[in-house]
């Protein structure tokens, strides 16, 4: 009987893969930056860069400057590379702009309320040996770098607290 339960034990560990993402402070971030900026995303395509060894596909961000926090930027728009990984259970972090210029609706319980574009982000970037920015940390692990930054009614809306049972009668 042991054994059985070793073995079975040993084939659910050989298939439970996890991850350890890593985390960065605030102030780590601002460390690792060239340039810190809110963002307004504009338009993202795929270009021909690939990471062959995890199926990630690079991605070529437009977004206008907004606000510079650190760094010096002369440009209004800047151009950031970025690599895509698919999802999957054990993912990567990689940021992904969403390409609608269309609301979003967000839903709790029977309310819905809807997140309007344009879409805003704080980015942590350095600079490129090409002039592009990159993400402050790992590719793998880019979306750490931007900060979706959401209507504040919207924030309040979600972080609301749900009604009592109670007050759904009335």
């Not at 985390?23 to 307004?40: A, G, K, N, P, W």
């Not at 206008?64 to 209004?76: A, D, V, Y």
């Not at 592009?132 to 609301?160: H, M, N, Q, R």
């Given at each position: 009987?042991r054994?059985?339960?070793?073995?079975?034990?040993?084939?659910?560990?050989?298939i439970?893969?996890?991850r350890f993402?890593p985390?960065?402070?605030?102030?780590?971030?601002?460390?690792?930056?060239?340039?810190?900026v809110?963002?307004?995303?504009?338009?993202?395509?795929?270009?021909?860069?690939?990471d062959?060894?995890?199926?990630?596909?690079?991605?070529?961000?437009?977004?206008?400057?907004?606000?510079?926090?650190?760094?010096?930027?002369?440009?209004?728009?800047?151009?950031?590379?970025?690599?895509?990984?698919?999802?999957n259970?054990?993912?990567p972090n990689?940021?992904?702009?969403?390409?609608?210029?269309?609301?979003?609706?967000?839903?709790?319980?029977?309310?819905?309320?809807?997140?309007?574009p344009?879409?805003?982000?704080?980015a942590f970037?350095?600079?490129?040996?090409?002039?592009?920015?990159?993400?402050s940390?790992d590719?793998?692990?880019?979306?750490?770098?931007?900060?979706?930054?959401?209507?504040?009614?919207?924030?309040?809306?979600l972080?609301?607290?749900?009604?009592?049972?109670?007050?759904?009668?009335?």
């Amino acid at each position: 009987m042991r054994t059985l339960i070793s073995c079975l034990l040993l084939s659910l560990l050989s298939i439970a893969h996890a991850r350890f993402a890593p985390s960065y402070t605030f102030e780590e971030l601002m460390q690792r930056s060239d340039l810190v900026v809110i963002i307004e995303h504009e338009s993202t395509r795929q270009t021909d860069e690939r990471d062959e060894e995890r199926y990630g596909s690079g991605r070529l961000t437009t977004a206008k400057i907004l606000t510079t926090l650190k760094g010096e930027s002369k440009e209004t728009k800047i151009s950031i590379r970025h690599i895509y990984y698919p999802r999957n259970p054990n993912s990567p972090n990689s940021v992904e702009f969403p390409d609608t210029k269309e609301q979003v609706p967000l839903s709790r319980g029977t309310k819905t309320t809807y997140a309007n574009p344009p879409w805003r982000y704080l980015a942590f970037l350095k600079k490129g040996p090409d002039g592009t920015y990159v993400p402050s940390v790992d590719a793998y692990d880019s979306a750490l770098c931007f900060l979706s930054l959401v209507d504040s009614g919207i924030v309040a809306w979600l972080a609301e607290p749900p009604p009592k049972a109670e007050d759904k009668g009335k």
